[in-house]
């Protein structure tokens, strides 16, 4: 198994963004010597609680501090930009990484972006498919004109730069709907799902096997849980200082709620309309009971990834130790402790890297 950082990007109070942006790359410096696999950051548009335009910019500031641990998109919102570019920036990517990078895609989910770029939302799982098609021929180094119902594109000379990575860099998707899943279980690739419930995981893990196999790929563990996380001395400390910082997270599901209720996500999006307002409903406890966090003592955290990973078929655990503005001292004594305390714990289902800790 995997362990992922799914990195948030939330503004402080008395700071400026400059100062955000270093502290999150002090945090991949973090993570990479903690010993976790991969790092994730998100694509937002005028959002001031989530001021990241461009993941890939974040990715390539960041490996220039670090040598081991991977990056991806999570993810690289396919109908907002023409996919030939999207398939070059990637490819410098993958140079400026030196293969340490991983494809996040999806087809965006807030209204408020795709009323900003003036595109249709009913579309968006048409333009994904068509900018996916046009990305891979773009990465195999094909010759092409193509000519689609969203965008055109004549590649008349070879990618440059090449990639690194062969035949391509990984591909990541975040997938929740039935739809989704299916087609991410065609193509074999990973999929993440954020504040799924265990017992929904569970079922979308299975159908994916299902699918993943009926198209002739071998059965193999897919699915990446995102889940938020606190570590304290005791699990009563834990709950007491990660209370209001998880609220303020939790909020996210709220505004989803109201664009659910403002009648602004589309009917392909109606996954969401009902996931949204379940998970905004759900009060402190819990969220804590259905494990859809991880708080508490080392040996507590510990205990409960071990329960997830004996109860979902997992390719890997995506944890997001910044929940809304916590203060970067508590993020990162969180983080050290995982390190320190809870990976050595775990280390019979960890994958390579990961399993190194500290050692790294």
């Not at 991977?70 to 570019?85: D, E, K, T, Y």
């Not at 699915?223 to 699990?235: F, G, K, Q, T, V």
């Not at 406890?285 to 991880?294: C, F, G, K, L, R």
Request: proline letters at 7%; aromatic letters at 10%; glycine letters at 6%.
């Amino acid at each position: 198994m995997q362990v992922a950082i799914w990195s948030t990007t939330t503004p402080r109070e008395n700071s400026t963004h400059a100062e955000m942006f270093r502290c999150q790359l002090d945090e991949v410096q973090l993570a990479e010597r903690i010993g976790i696999d991969q790092i994730w950051f998100f694509e937002h548009h005028l959002i001031p609680t989530a001021p990241v335009p461009s993941p890939n910019l974040l990715i390539a500031a960041a490996a220039q501090h670090t040598s081991r641990i991977r990056f991806a998109s999570m993810v690289n919102i396919l109908p907002f930009r023409h996919p030939l570019l999207v398939a070059e920036e990637a490819a410098m990517l993958d140079n400026l990484t030196n293969g340490r990078f991983d494809m996040g895609l999806g087809r965006g989910l807030r209204p408020p972006e795709f009323a900003a770029f003036g595109i249709d939302q009913e579309r968006s799982r048409e333009m994904f498919l068509e900018s996916f098609d046009i990305l891979r021929r773009v990465w195999a180094d094909e010759i092409f004109e193509h000519r689609g119902k969203f965008w055109t594109t004549h590649k008349n000379g070879p990618l440059s730069p090449p990639l690194v990575q062969r035949p391509h860099p990984p591909f990541l998707v975040s997938a929740q709907s039935e739809e989704s899943l299916r087609w991410a279980a065609e193509h074999d690739i990973p999929f993440a799902q954020i504040d799924s419930l265990v017992d929904t995981a569970k079922r979308d893990a299975a159908l994916y096997r299902e699918v993943q196999t009926a198209h002739g790929h071998a059965p193999a563990p897919r699915l990446y849980l995102m889940r938020e996380i606190y570590i304290a001395e005791s699990d009563e400390r834990a709950r007491a200082e990660a209370h209001p910082w998880l609220l303020q997270y939790w909020d996210l599901w709220n505004r989803y709620t109201q664009f659910t209720h403002g009648g602004r996500l589309p009917d392909s999006y109606d996954f969401w309309r009902k996931q949204a307002p379940m998970l905004h409903a759900m009060s402190f406890d819990e969220i804590v009971a259905n494990s859809m966090v991880i708080l508490g003592s080392p040996q507590t955290v510990a205990n409960e990834i071990l329960r997830l990973v004996g109860q979902v078929d997992l390719m890997g655990l995506a944890l997001i130790f910044k929940l809304g503005a916590m203060p970067y001292d508590m993020v990162g004594r969180s983080m050290r402790a995982f390190g320190d305390e809870v990976m050595p714990r775990i280390r019979h289902v960890l994958g390579g890297r990961a399993s190194l800790g500290r050692a790294a």
